[in-house]
């Protein structure tokens, strides 16, 4: 049984930097970690991915978060991590991060209906 668990979130100003935490266990060897967010009134979007095995591992990162956010992993603690700066309003929302146990191209790494294993999620809140 794959279990997905998210920490991190929080409450900072524009321009300021979180990094959240996504620890799972039961995973393959080989999988797909990916962040998603979604705030009130807004669809789901693919925040970032990486893609990995015990050799070699892969990003994807959503265009409206290149250039601010890194997704970086620990791989002997299952852990990944999103570190986000130059944070703005608009990235406030629910972060949930997700895993499917294979390895996805990148460009269908950041496609919700790809993962079946979710976390609760964590809150980012961003004040102007």
């Known amino acids: 049984q794959v279990n997905v668990v998210e920490t991190g979130g929080g409450s900072v100003q524009a321009g300021g930097s979180l990094r959240l935490s996504c620890t799972n266990s039961g995973v393959s060897r080989t999988r797909s970690v990916a962040w998603f967010r979604q705030a009130h009134g807004h669809e789901r979007e693919g925040v970032a991915a990486l893609i990995t095995n015990s050799d070699s591992n892969v990003t994807s990162l959503s265009d409206s978060v290149k250039g601010r956010f890194t997704i970086s992993q620990d791989y002997k603690k299952n852990t990944v991590f999103l570190e986000m700066n130059d944070l703005r309003p608009e990235d406030a929302g629910t972060y949930r991060c997700?895993?499917?146990?294979?390895?996805?191209?990148?460009?269908?790494?950041?496609?919700?209906?790809?993962?079946?294993?979710w976390g609760a999620g964590t809150e980012v809140a961003v004040s102007s």
């Open positions: 997700a895993v499917f146990l294979g390895w996805l191209v990148p460009k269908e790494a950041l496609k919700a209906y790809r993962y079946g294993n």
